[in-house]
């Protein structure tokens, strides 16, 4: 169901936006954009003791209008939507990397930062920079982050030193950091106040992302904590995970059409990302065909006619995590004849795991190529058997009626827990619930439901708006009631129905239906 709009949400969304620029090197603002590195002189090695608060406030500013050339203004809040380019020729290279003789690096930005020591109390300004460190098995020297980094759990619970766009700089100060890690595109003018307060800043993270240059930015911060082996580790997991998707992709025999949606605000035009874009960089890697490739911006905006055109054969959603469900996608005017709504084939997508330019990329690439490709992620081929309801899903993508590779019980104790624990604690006997719960897998993800008051678990929702003959012998009876009921209708109808003139007349929909064709309200999503 889609959220309320009004000054909160945009209140919401515009700091998003923010945060996903001062994260995620996504496409720049032109006005908050360097026009070269900023230059500094010899870099102290301990940051100031004295507390200093900015003299100005640090501005940047926000699109007004649609622009092809931007990002959406509706960007998930960790999202990157940045255009890969060439990667860099070398990775960043450092002087002698023992920390008693000290170690200076060139950082993004091309700025030198000398640090004498192995920094113990790091300040990250970045979802991405933080999943590095901690990637990097140094979260335990994290002392503060930004308010979007949430993994991994652990990072919850630091204190929060930004709001991914303006740093609390007398308290970063106060905490006494020997190094601070910003992101690609953090504004100059934030650069400039902690060189001016003697903090040791490094700046992780180029303008237009790629595999390659991310890979370079835990190079770079593998260097910064003296754990270059684990860095490697890193990049060489990122590597083996790309490889393995690339070869499974490579047995598909078809390459569906996609549409990547970024931001519906106006779902008469949403925002998806074009050629030149990550994103569409991960549609090629993953097997799929783009529906925006001739688009002539990274980050175009399709009108409605032109996606019908395209007639996309999957839908991912990126915007999910605002609200944006899969079921309320064919609900737009003229969308219900797309491929992609008739098959059941609308996935929201996770997307911190595929806009973070981080050491979860090749997750998100996996991600995706199983909502791209889910045929080729069965498991089946290689014999492997679950007996997990959850690594089952995971497995399969999505799953009506689970079945082999599936060898558990019909209706697993932790599905049954869980689905309770969804539903409030409902008080029925554990036999009688047991009974009557059903379970699948959708998006890689488990769901159940239970009959209940008469709840049709087993079977599809109703979307036909034809009255059924039951309904009009009912209504010859009754020719001007306001309600058929459900025993007439059926339990799996989506709609209102009422008797008019002795009719059956079709009213407002009250159910919404999921990504796979079910009555969503029914079906909970169960947590492992």
């Not at 809040?77 to 450092?94: E, G, H, M, Y």
């Not at 595929?354 to 909502?371: F, H, I, Q, T, W």
Request: overall charge negative.
């Amino acid at each position: 169901m889609r959220k309320a709009r009004g000054w909160f949400p945009s209140i919401v969304l515009l700091t998003a936006l923010f945060m996903a620029l001062a994260a995620c090197s996504a496409p720049p603002v032109p006005e908050a954009q360097p026009t070269s590195a900023p230059t500094q002189g010899s870099q102290p090695t301990t940051a100031a003791t004295q507390a200093a608060q900015p003299t100005t406030a640090v501005t940047q500013s926000v699109p007004t209008v649609a622009s092809t050339n931007v990002p959406p203004t509706r960007a998930p809040t960790n999202v990157s939507t940045t255009a890969p380019t060439s990667a860099p020729t070398s990775a960043p290279t450092a002087a002698p990397t023992t920390a008693t003789a000290g170690v200076t690096i060139t950082d993004s930005a091309g700025r030198k930062l000398t640090l004498a020591n192995i920094p113990a109390r790091i300040v990250s300004l970045a979802p991405s920079t933080t999943e590095i460190v901690c990637a990097l098995n140094a979260c335990d020297k994290l002392i503060g982050v930004d308010t979007f980094s949430d993994f991994p759990a652990q990072v919850k619970s630091l204190p929060k030193l930004s709001n991914g766009f303006d740093p609390n700089y007398e308290q970063i100060v106060a905490v006494k950091p020997d190094l601070i890690l910003a992101a690609g595109i953090t504004s100059p003018d934030v650069i400039k106040k902690m060189e001016d307060l003697q903090l040791p800043v490094l700046v992780v993270g180029e303008e237009n992302a790629s595999f390659d240059t991310i890979k370079n930015d835990i190079a770079l911060v593998g260097m910064a904590l003296g754990s270059e082996d684990q860095a490697k580790q890193v990049n060489a997991s990122i590597d083996q995970k790309i490889a393995d998707v690339k070869a499974k992709v490579a047995q598909a025999t078809t390459k569906p059409r996609v549409f990547w949606e970024l931001d519906a605000t106006d779902p008469a035009k949403p925002y998806t990302p074009g050629p030149g874009s990550f994103i569409n960089q991960i549609i090629e890697v993953t097997g799929g065909e783009n529906v925006a490739s001739r688009a002539t911006s990274p980050y175009p905006q399709l009108s409605a006619e032109e996606i019908i055109q395209a007639n996309p054969q999957v839908i991912i959603l990126s915007d999910a995590a605002y609200g944006v469900a899969p079921e309320s996608v064919g609900k737009r005017p003229g969308w219900d004849v797309i491929d992609a709504v008739k098959n059941n084939r609308v996935y929201p997508i996770d997307d911190n795991l595929v806009s973070r330019p981080g050491p979860r990329v090749a997750e998100g690439v996996e991600a995706a190529a199983k909502l791209i490709h889910p045929e080729l992620f069965t498991a089946t081929s290689s014999g492997q058997t679950f007996t997990d309801p959850f690594a089952y899903c995971s497995a399969v993508g999505n799953a009506d009626t689970p079945s082999a590779p599936y060898v558990g019980d019909k209706v697993p104790k932790a599905v049954v827990d869980g689905l309770r624990q969804a539903m409030g604690g409902v008080g029925t006997p554990d036999d009688v619930f047991l009974q009557g719960t059903f379970w699948r897998c959708m998006g890689g993800k488990v769901y159940a439901c239970n009959v209940g008051a008469n709840i049709p678990c087993d079977s599809k929702a109703d979307t036909n708006k034809t009255p059924m003959q039951a309904m009009n012998d009912y209504c010859k009876q009754n020719p001007n009631t306001d309600f058929i009921p459900a025993v007439v209708t059926g339990h799996s109808t989506v709609y209102e129905w009422k008797c008019q003139n002795g009719a059956a007349q079709v009213g407002k929909q009250l159910l919404d239906v999921d990504a796979q064709g079910y009555p969503a309200q029914f079906w909970y999503e169960i947590k492992s």
